[in-house]
């Protein structure tokens, strides 16, 4: 079975402009994740779709971030407009069940000057 | 809010010894403890979890332990070899929808 795939996998922005992450989940995966990696912390949680609904968006850290998962298949996330402390890596999981094990994309690195 | 802290941050072993990241989480409701390996350039890869009906899983040269009542769980490498060199990230969740993870720790193995 194919894997979590996003693009791009690098992106690398001024400040104040705008971009767009795609996340492709595995096949038949309900539950799908976005998470963030700042330079040497935690994978933190963003936010949670189950099909295409919004489950979870507790993580989002303010109104400049934008998830959408149309038809419930492949998901975006928006950054508009994108500031210094939105670098990081974003990383996309998808899951069949919840509380499963999380199957990873190989993430988006995000450098915002 | 729910955390959960790992140590160390950076661990170097010699190939041939073992290795222990240990982690403590604060949400006293968790009960699913997974472990994750990521290497340069990849996502992270689940190598091994934990449910709390259970004190340790082994799988090969890779086991993991779980204390729910100090609320601590490990994850145990032996016979370390070059390869096992990663990113292992330590995560807790509560069987909602939310997986916690620790900051990571860089295993190095010196050949």
């Known amino acids: 079975e194919a894997g979590v795939t996003q693009f791009p996998s690098h992106s690398v922005i001024e400040k104040g402009q705008t971009v767009t992450l795609r996340c492709d989940p595995i096949?038949?995966?309900?539950?799908l994740y976005w998470y963030r990696r700042v330079m040497g912390k935690e994978i933190k949680f963003l936010l949670h779709f189950v099909k295409e609904s919004k489950q979870d968006e507790s993580g989002m850290p303010n109104n400049r971030f934008l998830a959408e998962r149309t038809g419930g298949t492949y998901s975006t996330l928006k950054v508009q407009p994108a500031e210094l402390e939105d670098s990081g890596v974003y990383f996309c999981?998808?899951?069949?069940?919840?509380?499963?094990?999380?199957?990873f994309g190989n993430g988006t690195r995000l450098t915002v000057t | 809010g729910e955390n959960v802290e790992q140590h160390p941050s950076t661990l170097s072993v010699q190939e041939g010894d073992s290795a222990v990241i240990k982690c403590t989480y604060s949400d006293s409701a968790s009960n699913y403890f997974p472990w994750y390996k990521q290497e340069l350039g990849k996502g992270p890869q689940l190598i091994i979890d934990?449910?709390?009906?259970?004190g340790e899983k082994k799988d090969q040269r890779i086991a993991v332990t779980l204390n729910k009542t100090a609320k601590h769980f490990s994850l145990h490498i032996t016979e370390t070899q070059p390869e096992d060199s990663a990113v292992y990230f330590c995560a807790a969740s509560t069987g909602g929808f939310k997986t916690i993870f620790g900051a990571g720790t860089r295993l190095f193995v010196k050949a």
């Open positions: 999981a998808s899951s069949q069940l919840l509380n499963s094990p999380l199957h």
């Open positions: 096949s038949g995966h309900d539950n």
């Open positions: 934990i449910r709390s009906n259970v």
